[in-house]
Each structure stands twice: as C-alpha cells, then as structure tokens.
C-alpha cells in the first residue's frame, strides 16, 4: 500500500488536485482510497471526492497530524484489511503538518507500507499573508514537504508567483518546486503526477507539534436540512454568493487580514453547489457538481486566522439563519454529539419558493 500525503494550509487547492490525481489512478487500474481529514465536527469534502471506484472516508473534528492519530490508524487498518488499496490518498486538514503525518503512519505497523514524496500546495495569491499571519507554522508545512506546489497559477499574476518559489526555495532548498493550475489540470500538473510515483525520503524525526494550538485557527462547522430550497442552479448561486461575502465582510472587521476556508455546500436534487473564500480579499467562488441526492441540504466549514471561536461562531450562523429567512427557505438545524448528528430545533416551519 502506498501513502500520498497531500498537505498545504486552507485554501490552498487540495481537494481539486487530489480529484484529478485519484481519477488518473483509479483510471490507470489503480485501486484508490482517499483519507478526508476536516477540523470541523462536519465533512464536507467527502460528498466532491465521492468518485466511482474510489472508496473515501471522513475524519472530523480534529487534525490527524496531533487530536486523530487513533482515528487514523484504525481508518488506515480498516481500509487495508477490507478494501486493499493499491493507493491511499491523505487530504490533511489544511493546519496539519504532512511530515508528522507521515511519521505517525510508519510506526502504525501496516504491512508492505511505502510512500510518495510529501506535498505541501501553496495559493501564491495568499503566501505573502500567510508568512506574515502565521510565519511559523507556515515555514513547518513548507520545511516538511518533498514537494512544494504552486497552485492555482492561472488566477496569479507571474510577478507574484516568481515571488512565492523565491521565498519556498529560501525556506526548503532541497524540495522540488513545481508551478501548475490544478483547476485547468495542465501540463505542469502532470508533472505533479510523474513526481509522486516515485518513492517518498525518509526524513530524521521531528519534535512532534500540536497544528491546532500554533496555527491560531478558530473553526466551526454546521449542518442544517431544508425542508424547502433552492429551485434551480442560478438561484443557488446567487444564495451561496450572498452568505460568504457576508460572512468575509464581518469576519474582516476583527481581522482584515484573515486567510482560511469558509466552504459552503448545498445538495439539491440532481446537483451540489459548492462555494467557498479563502481570505479577506477573495471573492468568492462557485462550482456545481452534477449527482442526484436524497436529501437536501446545506453543509458549512470555517476555519478562520486569529478571530476568538465564539465571534465566528456567531458570525457564521446569524448570517447562514438571515439567509435562510430572507429567502423563505424552512429549515432545521443539527449539531453533532458524541459523534452523532441529531435534531436539534426547526427554525421556520414556512415554505416559500426561494425569490
């Protein structure tokens, strides 16, 4: 079984590139599983890596670089033991740190273990406010990788992404910096690909680090099922749009300079909506994702720099609720205890076409 860590801090790209990887193995023969890691109690990933043939599982509430390492391991025997993978794909939370989570899974004792080079994904748009928001935890996920990516150079201007490799070869001389769009999977991209098929260096021990206490990361993540929702694609657009830029503009004002993730998706019947932000100065952004589903609802992640986890909790939820009742949508709210979700009130029993 080989292990490919796929690490970078929030924002930073991976679950798009680990879409495009994993459907390269999986159509390659490659029996793929991939390891979703959230800091929330709730997924939200899990739901755009469900790919045919590709067998994925969920770890919430924690990082597993520190809080999950036992989650992990027994996710990690489980897979072995029931799927046998050829491949596991590890999507971190974006605070963990890709080389502890690498040694923690070499003293797991699973059999004929190897690995891929590390890979940390760097957004060039945000790394000159990420060193200067966090600067120490950034330079660890940059120190730890064997592979530096620069994504997302399709939205970067070329004096900003000439930058970014300058700092990452200043930081981690002996990684590989590699320049590609992940979104437009292009030609850079598939060196990517060529690059984690070879075998991974196994690096001396590291003082081990809690992500969630240094990455100074307020997180809070909520779950609410409609009773009556959003009618067409153009509708859930404009309703995603709407409760991100209100939620970025009133995060700004406790920090201006925010990066993080606030990821929002809705499940309609025949589609999920997707949005998220990523800093105080992106707009945000919006993809749709054709699969039938059950039930609809409405899933939301934050994970925000330097703002106290009681104001962003407020935040998120009075803006998500304004929304909903503006636009007539009935809807209840669950909250996750003891690692189940459960009912917790029904806000509005109206049923009205959004507008």
Known sequence: MKVMIIGGFLGSGKTTAIQRISRQLSDAGKRTAI?????????????????????????????ICCTLKISMQYTLQTLEEEFRPDIVIIEPTGIAFPGQIREEIEVMGLSELSFSPVVTLVDPGRFGTEAKEIPKFIETQVKEAEILGINKVDAAPAEIVMATEKMLAELNPEARVLKFSAKLGDEQFEDLLIHLALPGIEKPPQEKKNSIEISEVSAHSVLYTLKSGVHNPEEGRQFI???????????????????????????????????????SGEAPQVEFIPRKNENLELRLLSAITKVPKVRLTGIVESSLEEKLRESGISFEKKEQQHGTLTKISEITKKEVRVK
Do not use: A, M, W, Y
């Open 35 to 63: 390891i979703v890691n959230e800091i929330g109690e709730i997924g939200l990933d899990g739901d755009t890596l469900n790919i045919p043939g590709i067998t994925t599982r969920e770890l919430t509430s924690g990082c």
């Open 241 to 279: 749009e709407g409760i991100l830029q209100s939620i970025r503009d009133r995060v700004k004002e406790i920090n201006p300079d925010f990066i993080g993730h606030v990821k929002l998706s809705i499940k309609l019947p025949d589609s999920i909506i997707k949005g998220s932000v990523t800093s």
